[in-house]
């Protein structure tokens, strides 16, 4: 099974960016997504891109804020988080959907947001 390793994630101020890179051990030519998780609530959603890169889908909260991207030469995919905002913090995971199902899981990455 391929494993994903995410990184970039810091402590960063309102208003402030990150990018996070998520790096496969192999290539991985399947939808690959971000998720994040807060204490206390449950993983949820937050952007997902299609094999190609053509196609994207974003949370409501996160449109306009975050894009995402993938360069398979490299077996990554990125997030691009600009305007954040204190609720956007929480461990961000990526993962993969080879058979439209989410399995591969990372470890995550802690972004903080301070006011």
């Known amino acids: 099974q391929v494993q994903l390793v995410e990184s970039g994630g810091g402590l960063v101020q309102a208003g402030g960016s990150l990018r996070l890179p998520c790096t496969a051990s192999?290539?991985?030519?399947?939808?690959m997504g971000w998720f994040r998780q807060a204490p206390g609530k449950e993983r949820e959603f937050v952007a997902s891109i299609s094999w190609s890169g053509a196609n994207t889908y974003y949370a409501d909260s996160v449109k306009g804020r975050f894009t995402i991207s993938r360069d398979n030469a490299k077996n990554t995919v990125y997030l691009q988080m600009n305007s954040l905002k204190p609720e956007d913090t929480a461990v961000y995971y990526c993962s993969t959907a080879p058979n439209s199902i989410w399995s591969a899981w990372g470890q995550g990455t802690q972004v903080t947001v301070s006011s």
């Open positions: 192999a290539r991985t030519l399947s939808m």
